[in-house]
């Protein structure tokens, strides 16, 4: 590469848009670049990290569900999560009198037709009371009309949650129920989630159509309330899944976009740009500047970069920015130094910067007007390049979990997924999604990088 | 007549390289201590080992509680004196310095070696040969793939092969161990056909056949991650490298001349692309042992990035600093070996005109 290229930053952007691999990079990038500002503006994105670390909000979002689109690749039909209670579809009330007890009956009729079994069924409650605590019965109508019955709870001050499927004595009886049913005891395990769902054929499946769920409050004082929620828990959810603590991916993802993308590019434009004017400051001045900036690079060449970037995060826990700032001080004496260095004394040598001597201009004017410049479009492509690999910087600190615990990022998704066996339990879109928006990140710095690279190196683009 | 020359430089070049060895050790050591932070943490523990003693001993019993304070604080002044703990953390800096340079490393605080050692530079030295193995490996095939695809591709540029590794070289902006998640999924989770890491089977087979055989199944997959990963843009890199060779007016006359492709190939095109090509090779081998720590952590295997990362785990800095400083001394070896063999390649430096990288 040398500098004696004339090519001006806005012309290589004008060049860049004749090549499609470029096109099509960018393309990723504005979708990147959109995520980001969908997750600042219209996410409570500042409080992000203390969100994902909260475990009472998710409880409503099923646990390791895979993404929805998985239904389409699949012969079997995964189930949804479906949400039953006030003003929802297929709600009815029934309110009986009787003296100062008042029974209130809700029924929920809701359409199921996936092949799989919904994972949990949890009902919250909330309820209000003055003496005497009301009593919950709830009872299951199948398609085929055989109605189980659930239980009878009885009920706190405030939010209830009933887990119906972790009733153990429950879960006996009506194993006993469906076999009974069936005729024989078939070769599955009916837990309580089967049993509610299951088709009497003797097979693990099933059975489609209409069901019914019916609550029945019995409050025993005036002016006593309750409202409820069910919850049953599908295997599928949104175009992202769930993790193992029930938090939905997609948010998680959209999340992560804003640090992706602030903190690669951060880091790389100030890294070639320090990197820039240090190998200026050292080809201009040359003499005993320029060899102590030289040894100082040598010596970064020795550091060995990542295990004390490790150590000095582990040992004083740091927030992403000052982490940021590490890799920068970290990286500054870089090796690009030295190239940067030969093309400085390359153009020291050119008669426009001797016109800038001779009417007068300063030093530092002219490292900074004269040379830098002139060195800036043969790095930007490197510059473009390296965004990815502090992406995946920041994911592989994240991975060795040394990540800030304020923050949500791919990384940190991705050890996430790691730490919680995604690998050898199965659940491949926990790691793959964060994954598929790193690479997404990656390949798209990485088209526009090397299209650039085309336009400023002549040389390849004929070849 | 050239060789004293060569010696001179490569003498003078040694002692610099030591000296930027000895201000990197330097750093670490100021970084990993905190300056002084992990002291700080070591005198409270001295103190409350000797006061735990201390009330624990039945002949201190009749003391009053009084004397006891007194006793324990001069119990662990003199423990905080031997360990050399009261004098200023500059001076003690330059301690640890010559210790770590000296590759005395101490004592871990939590890990210890298979053996059962406690010794830092044990537990190193166990680890150290299964890191190079696995990263020297993967290096040099990379090297290898790129350097005759490289090749290849330069003779036949514009063809599809060329159009298609030039349009998959983004693909290597991934990190190997990026590709090792995927791999583990799919030759693991998937299709169950590798082991998602480790060294050798558990137990490790007894016959040695068989225990090297396990140890290459174990390294298809980590290898596998790190050749995918240079794949595309070591071929690329090297294809545009011995293009821009092969467009210099020597070749030209050499064609001119009407020499073999292969004998301008070997002479007018390799030759001169050697220096940089080497280069780029050590500090592949420099670049792959720092990488470790993650794809070591990936696929369990047992070497010093894992190592370095449960270290981390559990707070072992006597072992962090060893391990970064085993570091500092691989990539200096290196850029000496390096400077080494562009003593013997590169006619310039043969010359005694001395220069750099």
């Known amino acids: 590469?040398?500098?004696?290229?004339?090519?001006?930053?806005?012309?290589?952007?004008?060049?860049?848009?004749?090549?499609?691999?470029?096109?099509?990079?960018?393309?990723?990038?504005?979708?990147?670049?959109?995520?980001?500002?969908?997750?600042?503006?219209?996410?409570?994105?500042?409080?992000?990290?203390?969100?994902?670390?909260?475990?009472?909000?998710?409880?409503?979002?099923?646990?390791?569900?895979?993404?929805?689109?998985?239904?389409?690749?699949?012969?079997?039909?995964?189930?949804?999560?479906?949400?039953?209670?006030?003003?929802?579809?297929?709600?009815?009330?029934?309110?009986?009198?009787?003296?100062?007890?008042?029974?209130?009956?809700?029924?929920?009729?809701?359409?199921?037709?996936?092949d799989d079994f919904p994972d949990d069924i949890i009902i919250f409650v909330n309820a209000t009371y003055a003496r005497s605590r009301p009593k919950m019965e709830v009872y299951w109508t199948k398609p085929s009309g055989d109605t189980l019955y659930l239980g009878k709870y009885t009920l706190r001050n405030g939010t209830n949650r009933i887990y119906l499927t972790n009733n153990v004595r429950l879960e006996g009886d009506l194993a006993e129920h469906v076999i009974k049913k069936i005729g024989k005891k078939p070769n599955f395990v009916i837990s309580l989630n089967r049993a509610l769902f299951i088709s009497y054929n003797g097979k693990l499946e099933t059975e489609k159509g209409r069901y019914s769920a019916r609550l029945k409050f019995t409050l025993r004082n005036e002016g006593d309330k309750?409202?409820?929620?069910?919850?049953?828990?599908?295997?599928?959810?949104?175009?992202?899944?769930?993790?193992?603590?029930?938090?939905?991916?997609?948010?998680?993802?959209?999340?992560?976009?804003?640090?992706?993308?602030?903190?690669?590019?951060?880091?790389?434009?100030?890294?070639?740009?320090?990197?820039?004017?240090?190998?200026?400051?050292?080809?201009?001045?040359?003499?005993?500047?320029?060899s102590i900036i030289q040894r100082l690079t040598e010596v970064y060449m020795i550091l060995p970069f990542l295990p004390i970037l490790i150590m000095i995060s582990l040992l004083y826990g740091m927030s992403l920015w000052k982490l940021l700032l590490m890799v920068i001080l970290l990286s500054i004496f870089g090796t690009s130094v030295k190239t940067y260095r030969v093309w400085t004394m390359q153009i020291k040598s050119y008669p426009y910067v001797e016109a800038a001597l001779a009417y007068g201009a300063g030093n530092m004017r002219i490292i900074l007007l004269y040379i830098v410049p002139r060195l800036l479009p043969p790095i930007v492509p490197t510059l473009v390049l390296s965004i990815p690999s502090y992406v995946f910087l920041e994911a592989a600190l994240s991975f060795l979990g040394l990540s800030d615990p304020n923050v949500v990022s791919w990384g940190r998704i991705v050890e996430e997924a790691f730490s919680g066996g995604a690998l050898y339990k199965g659940y491949y879109h926990w790691v793959l999604m964060p994954s598929i928006m790193l690479v997404l990140t990656a390949i798209s710095f990485a088209l526009i990088g090397l299209a650039l690279d085309r336009i400023v190196n002549p040389r390849l683009r004929e070849m | 007549m050239a060789f004293p020359k060569v010696a001179k430089v490569m003498i003078k070049r040694a002692f610099i390289l030591f000296l930027m060895v000895l201000v990197a050790t330097y750093i670490t050591v100021i970084v990993a201590n905190a300056g002084g932070y992990i002291d700080k943490i070591e005198i409270s523990s001295i103190k409350?080992?000797?006061?735990?003693?201390?009330?624990?001993?039945?002949?201190?019993?009749?003391?009053?509680?009084?004397?006891?304070?007194?006793?324990?604080?001069?119990?662990?002044?003199?423990?905080?004196?031997?360990?050399?703990?009261?004098?200023?953390?500059?001076?003690?800096?330059?301690?640890?310095?010559?210790?770590?340079?000296?590759?005395?490393?101490?004592?871990?605080?939590?890990?210890?070696?298979?053996?059962?050692?406690?010794?830092?530079?044990?537990?190193?030295?166990?680890?150290?040969?299964?890191?190079?193995?696995?990263?020297?490996?993967?290096?040099?095939?990379?090297?290898?793939?790129?350097?005759?695809?490289?090749?290849?591709?330069?003779?036949?540029?514009?063809?599809?092969?060329?159009?298609?590794?030039?349009?998959?070289?983004?693909?290597?902006?991934?990190?190997?161990?990026?590709?090792?998640?995927?791999?583990?999924?799919?030759?693991?989770?998937?299709?169950?056909?590798?082991?998602?890491?480790?060294?050798?089977?558990?137990?490790?087979?007894?016959?040695?056949?068989?225990?090297?055989?396990?140890?290459?199944?174990?390294?298809?997959?980590?290898?596998?991650?790190?050749?995918?990963?240079?794949?595309?843009?070591?071929?690329?890199?090297?294809?545009?490298?011995?293009?821009?060779?092969?467009?210099?007016?020597?070749?030209?006359?050499?064609?001119?001349?009407?020499?073999?492709?292969?004998?301008?190939?070997?002479?007018?095109?390799?030759?001169?692309?050697?220096?940089?090509?080497?280069?780029?090779?050590?500090?592949?081998?420099?670049?792959?042992?720092?990488?470790?720590?993650?794809?070591?952590?990936?696929?369990?295997?047992?070497?010093?990035?894992l190592t370095y990362y449960r270290a981390i785990g559990v707070f072992d800095v006597p072992v962090i600093v060893g391990i970064t400083v085993v570091f500092a001394y691989l990539i200096a070896a290196t850029v000496f070996l390096l400077e080494l063999i562009y003593g013997i390649v590169d006619p310039r430096i043969r010359a005694g005109q001395g220069g750099g990288l």
């Open chain 1, 1 to 114: 590469m040398s500098v004696s290229e004339e090519y001006s930053l806005r012309g290589i952007i004008r060049e860049l848009l004749h090549y499609k691999s470029a096109v099509i990079g960018l393309l990723i990038l504005l979708f990147l670049v959109g995520i980001s500002a969908y997750a600042i503006f219209f996410t409570p994105y500042s409080k992000s990290g203390q969100l994902w670390n909260e475990r009472e909000i998710w409880l409503k979002y099923p646990k390791n569900a895979a993404p929805e689109w998985v239904n389409y690749f699949s012969s079997k039909k995964l189930p949804r999560t479906i949400f039953l209670g006030h003003r929802k579809e297929g709600h009815s009330e029934e309110k009986l009198r009787n003296g100062a007890i008042t029974e209130l009956i809700y029924t929920d009729k809701f359409y199921f037709d996936a």
């Open chain 1, 226 to 290: 309750v409202s409820y929620e069910t919850v049953i828990y599908g295997k599928v959810y949104g175009i992202a899944g769930t993790d193992d603590q029930r938090r939905p991916l997609d948010l998680g993802l959209i999340w992560g976009a804003p640090i992706a993308l602030a903190f690669g590019i951060t880091a790389s434009l100030i890294i070639s740009f320090v990197q820039l004017i240090i190998a200026a400051i050292s080809g201009y001045y040359g003499g005993r500047v320029d």
């Open chain 2, 48 to 305: 409350l080992k000797i006061s735990q003693t201390v009330n624990g001993n039945p002949a201190y019993k009749g003391l009053s509680l009084e004397e006891r304070q007194k006793l324990i604080d001069k119990l662990s002044q003199i423990e905080i004196r031997s360990r050399g703990l009261d004098q200023p953390f500059l001076i003690r800096s330059f301690r640890y310095l010559w210790k770590a340079i000296t590759l005395d490393l101490g004592r871990a605080t939590v890990l210890t070696s298979d053996s059962g050692s406690r010794s830092v530079r044990i537990i190193i030295l166990e680890r150290l040969p299964q890191t190079i193995l696995l990263f020297t490996t993967a290096t040099v095939i990379n090297f290898f793939i790129g350097l005759f695809g490289g090749l290849y591709l330069s003779r036949k540029f514009g063809s599809f092969w060329d159009k298609l590794v030039i349009y998959l070289s983004p693909t290597s902006a991934i990190p190997g161990w990026f590709y090792g998640i995927f791999l583990i999924l799919i030759f693991y989770t998937w299709l169950h056909v590798l082991p998602p890491g480790g060294l050798v089977d558990y137990p490790p087979p007894t016959d040695s056949i068989a225990f090297f055989l396990s140890v290459l199944k174990h390294m298809i997959l980590p290898l596998a991650s790190w050749v995918i990963a240079s794949f595309f843009i070591g071929i690329y890199s090297n294809r545009s490298f011995f293009l821009t060779y092969s467009t210099e007016d020597y070749v030209e006359v050499a064609k001119a001349k009407g020499l073999s492709p292969r004998q301008i190939e070997r002479r007018y095109i390799l030759r001169p692309a050697l220096p940089p090509i080497i280069t780029s090779f050590a500090f592949a081998v420099v670049f792959s042992w720092s990488g470790a720590i993650i794809t070591e952590t990936v696929f369990n295997w047992p070497g010093l990035g």
